[in-house]
């Protein structure tokens, strides 16, 4: 499996972006996405994931109902819309593949990251 995170980008705060991932390769394998992101001098953590067969989700406490995560099984395409940013979300998004929705770090796929920067 491929991984492409597209969609960040420098946004003040208060501001969207929706992040985009295409899968290719092997996507029939997958039983789910997450988004993952790593701030500057801190560790990589588990933002949302979603079962690709039955779209269950999970997110990060911190940013439930801020952050939607959706995705497009024709496409092969997960989607991350994240609003009402703060400069907290500041960070590199990446795209990965997951061994469910809990989103463990372990076991991954993962595709380069994005950037997102937040201005306060």
């Known amino acids: 499996v491929q991984l492409q995170a597209s969609g960040g980008g420098l946004v003040q705060s208060g501001g969207s972006l929706r992040l985009s991932c295409a899968a290719s390769?092997?996507?029939?394998?997958?039983?789910?996405m997450g988004w993952y992101r790593q701030a500057p001098g801190k560790k990589r953590e588990a933002v949302s994931c979603?079962?690709?067969?039955?779209?269950?989700?999970n997110f990060l406490d911190s940013v439930k109902g801020q952050f939607t995560i959706s995705r497009d099984i024709a496409k092969n395409m997960v989607y991350l819309q994240m609003n009402n940013l703060r400069p907290e979300d500041t960070g590199v998004y990446y795209c990965a593949t997951a061994r469910s929705i809990d989103c463990s770090l372990s076991g991954n796929t993962w595709g380069p990251g994005t950037r997102v920067t937040v201005s306060s």
């Open positions: 979603i079962s690709t067969s039955y779209g269950a989700r």
């Open positions: 390769g092997s996507v029939s394998s997958i039983g789910a």
